[in-house]
C-alpha cells in the first residue's frame, strides 16, 4: 500500500500536480513524521514550488534521519544551486559522490556547477566520468558539449550534442543547449531552429526562452558583434574580467594624459578615445536598447519578461530627454540644454539596470537614484547659473563612475558563482 502512494505521489509530481501531492505527503508524514523518503519527497515538492527554505529544512532533517542516503545529499545540491549557493551544492553534490560514485547525475550535476564556476576543463572530466557510467546520460552529454564549446572545441561539442539529440530528438534542453552553442559560435539562423524546437517541446523552459531572444536580436549586426563580446567576456574566470576592465579603464586615462600633454598628438589620439568610450557605453545600454526594439517584432515582444520591458522603456525615456536637449541646444545654444543631453544619455547606463534580476539588485536600484537626483542638481544649478561645471556635476561624475564599478562587481560575482 505504502508503494502504491508513494508511486502515485512521484505520478503528481511529474504531472505538476502539487496540491493534490501535497496532501498525500502530509497524510504520511502525520503517521511516520521522521521517514526520510516522505521527508524528502516533500522537500522535491517544495522546490519544484520554489519553496526553496523549506525546502533545505525538510531535506536537512531527512538527512538527520538517513546520513548515508546520497540521493538526499543530491537534492539538497540542487536547493543550493538554485538558491546561488554554489559552493555549498558543489559540497553536497561531493557527499553525494562519496557515498555513491557509480550515479552518472551525480557527476553530470558537478559537472555543471564547475561550468557555472567557469572551470571548463573541471567540467569536462566530470562529464566524461559520468558517461563512462552511462554513455547515455543527458545531462551529462548537455555539459560535456557545453564545455567543450567553452574550450573551443566546435567540432567535439556538436558531435556530442547531436548523439544527445539522437538518442533523444524531442529533449526540449538539448535542443536549447544546441541552440545556445550555435549561438555562441555566431551561428544564429541554425540557433533560431533549435530554439524553435526546444520551446514546441517545452513552451515554459525559461532557457530556451532566453536563447530565442538571443538569436532574434543577433539578426542585427550590431547586437551580434556585441553577443561575440559578450560570450568572449562571459567565458572569463572572475579576475581576468577585472583585469580588461581596470585595463581598460586605465587605457583610457593614459591616451587622455597623453592628448592633454602632446597638443600634436591630439587629433590621432582623441578619435580612438571617442571609440572607446562609446564601445564602454554601448555595452551597457545596447541590451535594453535592443530590447526596446524587440516589443516591436512580432515574436520577439512575446519573449521579452517584465524586468527587460521596464528597462527598456526607462532607456527610452532618457534617450528622449537626451534627444529633446540636443534638439532644443542646437535651437537655443544654452549650457541648460547641453546639461539635459548629457543628463538624458548618461542616465541610460543606470537606468537601463534598474530592474535587474541580480541578487543585489536593490544596490543598483538605490545608486542609481542616488546618482539621478545629484544629476537633476546639476541640470537646475546649469539652468540658473548657465556653468555646464558645478559642485553638483562633479559629484554625478564620480558617483557615475563608482556606479560602473559596483556593477561590474555584482554581475562578475554572480557570474561566477560567488
Known amino acids: 500500500m505504502e508503494e502504491f502512494v508513494l508511486s502515485k505521489v512521484e505520478v503528481l509530481l511529474e504531472q505538476k500536480k502539487y496540491a493534490e501531492a501535497r496532501n498525500m505527503l502530509a497524510d504520511l508524514l502525520r503517521q511516520d513524521p521522521n521517514n526520510s523518503q516522505y521527508l524528502s519527497l516533500m522537500a522535491e515538492l517544495n522546490l519544484q514550488l520554489d519553496e526553496y527554505a523549506h525546502a533545505e529544512t ?6 538527520a534521519q538517513q546520513p548515508d542516503n546520497p540521493h538526499l545529499f543530491y537534492i539538497k545540491s540542487r536547493i543550493a544551486s538554485l ?20 550515479d552518472a547525475d551525480y557527476f553530470a550535476m558537478a559537472a555543471s556547477f564547475k561550468l557555472a564556476k ?6 569536462l572530466e566530470l562529464a566524461n566520468q559520468a558517461l ?4 547515455e546520460n543527458l545531462l551529462a552529454l548537455n555539459m560535456r558539449s557545453t564545455a567543450l564549446t567553452k574550450l573551443g572545441r566546435k567540432d567535439e561539442s556538436f558531435e556530442t550534442i547531436e548523439y544527445a539529440l539522437r538518442d533523444d530528438p524531442n529533449n526540449s534542453y538539448t535542443h536549447s543547449n544546441f541552440g545556445w552553442g550555435l549561438l555562441e559560435q555566431g551561428n544564429h539562423k541554425k540557433a533560431l ?32 558583434a556585441y553577443l561575440k563580446y ?12 577585472w583585469g580588461f576592465i581596470i585595463g581598460f579603464y586605465l587605457t583610457q586615462r593614459v591616451l587622455r594624459s597623453l592628448a592633454d600633454n602632446n597638443p600634436a598628438l591630439s587629433p590621432y589620439i582623441t578619435p580612438i578615445l571617442l571609440v572607446l568610450v562609446l564601445f564602454a557605453f554601448s555595452t551597457w545600454i545596447i541590451n535594453p536598447v535592443s530590447n526596446l526594439l524587440l516589443r516591436f517584432h512580432k515574436f520577439g515582444r512575446y519573449l521579452l519578461d517584465p524586468q527587460e520591458t521596464k528597462n527598456a522603456n526607462l532607456v527610452a525615456v532618457c534617450a528622449g530627454i537626451g534627444l529633446l536637449g540636443l534638439l532644443l541646444f542646437i535651437i537655443l545654444r544654452e549650457n541648460g540644454f547641453l546639461a539635459l543631453v548629457i543628463f538624458g544619455f548618461s542616465m541610460m547606463l543606470p537606468l537601463g539596470q534598474f530592474f535587474s534580476t541580480l541578487r543585489y539588485k536593490k544596490i543598483l536600484q538605490v545608486g542609481a537614484i542616488i546618482i539621478a537626483v545629484f544629476g537633476l542638481l546639476a541640470l537646475v544649478s546649469t539652468f540658473l547659473t548657465g556653468d555646464l561645471i558645478n ?6 561624475a564620480v558617483l557615475f563612475i563608482v556606479y560602473q564599478f559596483v556593477a561590474n562587481k ?3 560575482d554572480e557570474q561566477n558563482g560567488n
Open 391 to 396: 559642485s553638483f556635476a562633479g559629484i554625478y
Open 83 to 102: 538558491q546561488n549557493k554554489l559552493n555549498d551544492a558543489e559540497t553536497n553534490i561531493q557527499q553525494a559522490i562519496q557515498l555513491d560514485p557509480y
Open 118 to 123: 567557469k572551470d571548463f576543463d573541471g567540467a
Open 230 to 241: 559578450a560570450f568572449w567576456m562571459g567565458n572569463l574566470q572572475g579576475k581576468l574580467q
Open 58 to 63: 525538510l531535506i536537512n532533517q531527512a538527512i
Open 132 to 135: 563512462a557510467i552511462d554513455a
Open 410 to 412: 555584482l554581475i562578475i
Open 193 to 224: 531552429v533549435h530554439f524553435r524546437i526546444a520551446l514546441m517541446n517545452d513552451p515554459s523552459s525559461e532557457h530556451a526562452q532566453s536563447g530565442m531572444l538571443e538569436a532574434i536580436k543577433a539578426t542585427n549586426p550590431i547586437y551580434r
